[in-house]
């Protein structure tokens, strides 16, 4: 209490109230900064996700379409 008395005598009400909201921007930042590296962790997994999703299909697209020329081949006697 010793702080916010201080503060008071020297600025009064608005000093108080300056420095409650100077912590509570302080604390929400903090806050901030945690949602925000958690937001990036998840996007970041589950673009990795999607990445190996794509991976795999385009080898079984690229698997299939080699099959395909080599039937088309042999179908057209080449």
């Known amino acids: 209490m010793g702080l916010i008395e201080y503060i ?3 600025g009064g009400i608005a ?3 300056a420095v409650i909201i100077f ?3 302080r604390h929400d930042r903090k806050a901030s900064e945690d949602r925000q ?3 990036r962790k998840f996007m970041e997994d589950r673009l990795t996700g999607i ?3 794509y991976n795999i299909a385009f080898k ?3 698997q299939m379409l080699s099959e ?3 039937w088309l081949k ?3 006697g080449h």
């Open 8 to 10: 008071g005598s020297i």
């Open 15 to 17: 000093g108080v109230l």
């Open 23 to 25: 912590l509570i921007y």
């Open 37 to 39: 590296r958690e937001d």
């Open 51 to 53: 990445l190996g999703d």
């Open 60 to 62: 079984e697209n690229t």
């Open 68 to 70: 395909l020329y080599t």
């Open 74 to 76: 042999a179908k057209n």
